[in-house]
């Protein structure tokens, strides 16, 4: 089952001078895969079996998709961008136990040191993409007059691939530069299965032998 919620977010940006209008609208989704387990191990088994689009154990994963919204002005003098709008709407999706609270104590640490982890990680993802969406309207305005809107949408279709491009080299240097999907390894195995018994010492048994 999977339960959402959504959050408008709107981000109005500067007016560029060449540029009458721009903006981008976000819409950050965050969606749920709930899981039951009875510990950690149980809980991390279930999680490698959910289907992810991204490649290798995935806990949690971003997706995004963006629609642009771009008006002309020509003249005399050429064809130029008149505004810019841009609509982002980004689903994070995370893993939720369920029935956490009725493990132990030290599962329940585990798992609020483990998903505080991972909700960090993917707010991240988030960021780097809406930061790269911005960038992407920044430079727009450096197209400026062009002698026809050929020219403007070929340049306009440049920048648009630079920033994908950016997007996923920003993922990247989070992920494997960074470490951020090597970090999340030691927060797999942070005091997550219970102790075994400890085993008295041979004195002890000896004594308690002796009665």
Known sequence: MKNRFNLLLAIALLAF????????????NVMYIELRANNPKDLLNKLKIVK???MGDAYAWVHSNNQNHTTYTTSDKGCKLHSFDTELDITITLPRWVNVKERSDKHQ????????FITVHENSHKKIIIEAT??????AKTIGMQ????????RYSKLKNKHAMQ?????????FKDGGRMRIKDFL???ALPRPPKIQNEDKVEDKNRH
């Open 17 to 28: 001078s060449a540029l009458s209008t721009a903006e981008v609208t976000v819409y950050a």
């Open 52 to 54: 992810s689009p991204i």
């Open 109 to 116: 640490k585990w798992w609020k040191l483990l998903i505080e």
């Open 134 to 139: 911005e960038d992407f309207q920044r430079a």
């Open 147 to 154: 002698a026809n809107c050929d020219e403007v949408k070929n």
């Open 167 to 175: 997007i996923r080299s920003r993922d990247h240097k989070l992920d």
């Open 189 to 191: 195995f942070i005091d």
